[in-house]
């Protein structure tokens, strides 16, 4: 038997981690995945499942979102007493959670428990950096800046739009290697540097940007932001309409809630204007000041923890019965948020 507690918001440290986990199970047979969430499942369903022996796998593997929701102490003690039993070493409980703590009696339960923070923005960098040099290019830091702006500060999110700036390119260079015409100054006749790299111009990350970020979270808060109600739901509408996830749409304003709050910080101790703290919390381009400036001006800490409980409160509707009416659901949240801000 196995435990661990693994919180904080860098999710692709984190969900690195749980594979981690998975595959070591996995070296000794198949493994069953089970999978709750702490506010939708009684503690009695997890623990049912942790002692049921299992018919078809050597090995069990039992993981719970969400689980700072977990909040009544009789399913706190029951959790944390199946830590402290000695059982199958081939079971493991993994409890997951954003927050950076759970309920104050996890605190006695017999596991290994990890805080996976948000990087630094120096971190971010050079994050990037290294992961566009494993796929054989090369960036400079204002397409760094410009990316980090518009991507939720985890590796998870880093790692999928980095990916899919990279294919972008390769298409974009496959569809001109049709026509015929001279190397940048500098560069061989491959498009590549002497080091052998393929440089990521800034003209290409924009190209990327406006292709595929037409509409986006980042574009809604703009509206919300701006209290724009009507253009808000255009926004959602378009996303929607072209299947973008709709618990996506939630975590990239939840994303961007969190750093509307580090910028209500600057404004109280007076650094709204200082450009390295500004910079620090990934504001660097005019559009992403005036956008943070707008929502300032709609939204003080209060209230701004009151959209990031509306969002979760959303964000667990959408995994309940009623998601079949996703569309009204995006539509009642946005109401809501922009009805939380100052008219």
Same mark, same amino acid.
């Given at each position: 038997?196995?435990?661990?507690?693994?919180?904080?918001?860098?999710?692709?440290?984190?969900?690195?981690?749980?594979?981690?986990?998975?595959?070591?199970?996995?070296?000794?047979?198949?493994?069953?995945?089970?999978?709750?969430?702490?506010?939708?499942?009684?503690?009695?369903?997890?623990?049912?499942?942790?002692?049921?022996?299992?018919?078809?796998?050597?090995?069990?593997?039992?993981?719970?979102?969400?689980?700072?929701?977990?909040?009544?102490?009789?399913?706190?003690?029951?959790?944390?007493?199946?830590?402290?039993?000695?059982?199958?070493?081939?079971?493991?409980?993994?409890?997951?959670?954003?927050?950076?703590?759970?309920?104050?009696?996890?605190?006695?339960?017999?596991?290994?428990?990890?805080?996976?923070?948000?990087?630094?923005?120096?971190?971010?960098?050079?994050?990037?950096?290294?992961?566009?040099?494993?796929?054989?290019?090369?960036?400079?830091?204002?397409?760094?800046?410009?990316?980090?702006?518009?991507?939720?500060?985890?590796?998870?999110? *880093?790692? +999928?739009?980095?990916?899919? @700036?990279?294919?972008?390119?390769? /298409?974009?260079?496959? =569809?001109?290697?049709?026509? #015929? $015409?001279?190397?940048?100054?500098?560069?061989?006749?491959?498009?590549?540097?002497?080091?052998?790299?393929?440089?990521?111009?800034?003209?290409?990350?924009?190209?990327?940007?406006?292709?595929?970020?037409?509409?986006?979270?980042?574009?809604?808060?703009?509206?919300?932001?701006?209290?724009? *109600?009507? +253009?808000?739901?255009?926004? @959602?509408?378009?996303?929607?309409? /072209?299947?973008?996830? =709709?618990?996506?749409?939630? #975590? $990239?304003?939840?994303?961007?809630?969190?750093?509307?709050?580090?910028?209500?910080?600057?404004?109280?101790?007076?650094?709204?204007?200082?450009?390295?703290?500004?910079?620090?919390?990934?504001?660097?381009?005019?559009?992403?000041?005036?956008?943070?400036?707008?929502?300032?001006?709609?939204?003080?800490?209060?209230?701004?923890?009151?959209?990031?409980?509306?969002?979760?409160?959303?964000?667990?509707?959408?995994?309940?019965?009623?998601?079949?009416?996703?569309?009204?659901?995006?539509?009642?949240?946005?109401?809501?948020?922009?009805?939380?801000?100052?008219?």
């Amino acid at each position: 038997m196995s435990a661990y507690i693994f919180l904080g918001q860098e999710l692709g440290k984190k969900q690195d981690a749980v594979t981690a986990i998975k595959e070591k199970l996995k070296k000794n047979g198949s493994a069953e995945e089970f999978t709750f969430y702490g506010d939708e499942s009684p503690a009695g369903t997890i623990i049912d499942t942790l002692q049921n022996q299992g018919l078809f796998a050597d090995s069990k593997i039992v993981i719970v979102k969400n689980a700072e929701a977990i909040k009544k102490k009789d399913e706190i003690d029951q959790l944390v007493s199946w830590t402290k039993t000695d059982s199958d070493e081939n079971t493991v409980l993994i409890l997951l959670s954003d927050e950076n703590r759970l309920a104050a009696g996890f605190a006695n339960a017999k596991a290994n428990q990890q805080i996976f923070y948000e990087m630094f923005e120096n971190e971010k960098k050079q994050w990037l950096k290294d992961f566009f040099k494993r796929e054989g290019f090369s960036i400079d830091n204002d397409c760094i800046d410009t990316i980090l702006e518009l991507i939720e500060n985890n590796t998870e999110a *880093l790692k +999928r739009d980095c990916f899919n @700036l990279i294919n972008f390119i390769k /298409a974009q260079t496959q =569809a001109g290697s049709q026509t #015929a $015409g001279k190397p940048a100054a500098g560069l061989p006749a491959n498009g590549l540097t002497s080091s052998g790299m393929q440089t990521i111009s800034h003209s290409e990350v924009e190209k990327w940007l406006s292709h595929n970020r037409e509409e986006s979270a980042f574009t809604l808060f703009s509206r919300i932001a701006a209290g724009d *109600l009507t +253009r808000a739901l255009e926004s @959602l509408s378009v996303m929607l309409a /072209a299947k973008e996830s =709709a618990s996506g749409i939630l #975590a $990239g304003l939840a994303w961007c809630f969190r750093k509307l709050a580090d910028y209500l910080t600057l404004i109280d101790s007076g650094s709204e204007n200082n450009s390295f703290e500004l910079k620090k919390i990934g504001l660097s381009s005019p559009k992403s000041k005036n956008d943070y400036l707008a929502a300032s001006r709609r939204y003080n800490s209060d209230t701004v923890e009151e959209c990031l409980a509306l969002t979760a409160h959303y964000d667990l509707l959408l995994r309940s019965p009623v998601a079949v009416m996703e569309k009204i659901l995006m539509d009642r949240y946005i109401l809501a948020i922009i009805s939380a801000g100052r008219g």
